[in-house]
Nanobody, 126 residues
């Protein structure tokens, strides 16, 4: 059974930082592209960042460019999202997801992602 478990969310003041982790079991992430998305009630799920199977390629949505960094440690079967200079508008539930359809590359296409975690809440106070 495939499981992705996010952790590291919480409450932080504007300007602060958080590091999210996504640990996988039941699947070897080293062959898969990975992504982080976020969701605010009433809005569509938003692509935040993606990383290729070996970390050689990364891509960011407009919301995270210059502030967020996605990385991975395939030996630990874990993907990370370092978020700096957080803003109140970053408040959302953050999900990690695994992409089995892009051959290990990076994609922003939500429907390409087959496995999803349960999400972790990030709240940024002003």
């Amino acid at each position: 059974q495939v499981q992705l478990v996010e952790s590291g969310g919480g409450l932080v003041q504007a300007g602060g930082s958080l590091r999210l982790s996504c640990a996988a079991s039941g699947v070897t992430l080293s062959e898969l592209g990975m992504g982080w998305f976020r969701h605010v009630p009433g809005k569509e799920r938003e692509f935040v960042a993606g990383i290729s199977w070996n970390g050689g390629s990364t891509y960011y949505g407009d919301s995270g460019k210059g502030r967020f960094t996605i990385s991975r440690d395939n030996a630990k079967n874990t993907v990370y999202l370092q978020m700096n200079t957080l803003k109140p508008e970053d408040t959302a539930v953050y999900f990690c997801a695994a992409d089995r359809r892009s051959g290990g590359g990076v994609t922003t296409t939500l429907r390409n992602y087959d496995y999803w975690g349960q999400g972790t809440q990030v709240t940024v106070s002003s």
